[in-house]
């Protein structure tokens, strides 16, 4: 095998070792940068600083990562069946386009510890209405995590609501990093094919995870023929005006409560923290550690 493609399976093996992730073989061949020159029989090869156990790959001395990965994933079908029952309330809000589980929950990777972060989206201009909806319910269920709270376990985190019309992550935000987090999204309720017009938005994680989307996802779903239907004006604009009331509502109440959240058009942000570049930093870490080794 040539140093060129050992390089490219060793910094797939490097990134999930950030999250004490080993990957399976098809795993790796998903979340390889290079797919174009890289074939299956070549991860199967794969060794040096690499080993091969159980199906699994990961670096040498890391092998009780295994039992941990398969007890996570028993952990993490359990909150997304804690989501799956909430989304059963959630999905009755009409503004409701998607509801997805992301983060750790979604990569199969949770401790027992962790809250289960819900991405959504919204039917368009309605992100602060469905916002509050949203959180009333989650609320009324007592599921909800609030500020500052310290034992979150299995607590929802409402930390992203986007505008159906602002579906594309934002540019300075596209990396290595958020093109994982947007190819393991798990989407428990979708209306009117939004998941489909997500990923379509977001076709840009393939410059990072070429093989990361199925390809027969973007193949059929061409969101640029696809016809919207046009919507009704009077609801229209009785939604955008309950949307601008309750808008002043939570931004009056979040004067005296804000800290790392990103408020822009179309999109809201509540992450206790921001982990991108903590992720990058590790993996350049890692990377110039084993570069000797490549």
């Not at 060793?10 to 797919?35: G, H, M, Q, S």
């Not at 997805?100 to 401790?111: E, I, L, P």
Request: aromatic share 10%; glycine share 4%; with cysteine.
């Amino acid at each position: 095998m040539d140093s060129k493609t050992y390089n490219l399976i060793l910094k797939t093996v490097l990134y999930a070792d950030i999250f004490n992730y080993p990957l399976k073989e098809e795993e790796v061949y998903r979340w390889t940068k290079d797919i174009k020159i890289l074939r299956y029989d070549d991860i199967k090869r794969a060794n040096g600083v690499i080993i091969h156990k159980n199906s699994f790959m990961l670096l040498k001395g890391r092998e009780e990562l295994i039992i941990k990965r398969m007890e996570r994933e028993v952990i993490s079908k359990r909150k997304i069946q804690t989501a799956k029952n909430l989304v059963n309330f959630l999905k009755f809000i009409p503004t409701i386009k998607l509801i997805g589980v992301s983060g750790s929950v979604a990569a199969g990777n949770a401790d027992s510890a962790d809250d289960i972060d819900l991405f959504i989206i919204t039917k368009r201009g309605t992100l602060w209405l469905t916002r509050l909806l949203t959180t009333i319910v989650v609320e009324l269920m007592s599921r909800r995590r609030r500020p500052n709270e310290t034992d979150v376990a299995d607590k929802i985190c409402l930390n992203m609501f986007v505008d159906e019309r602002f579906l594309a992550v934002l540019r300075k935000k596209q990396n290595l990093y958020t093109a994982h987090e947007v190819c393991q999204l798990k989407a428990l309720y979708d209306k009117d094919g939004t998941y489909q017009k997500f990923l379509w938005a977001n076709r840009w994680v393939r410059k990072f995870l070429p093989n990361g989307i199925d390809t027969r996802i973007l193949g059929y779903y061409d969101i640029k023929r696809k016809k919207e239907k046009t919507p009704n004006i009077l609801i229209s604009q009785l939604l955008n005006i309950l949307n601008l009331i309750t808008k002043h509502l939570q931004l009056w109440y979040m004067r005296r409560h804000r800290t790392s959240e990103i408020i822009a058009d179309g999109y809201l942000a509540f992450h206790p923290k921001d982990h991108t570049a903590d992720v990058l930093a590790a993996f350049e870490k890692r990377v110039n550690k084993y570069a000797a080794k490549i």
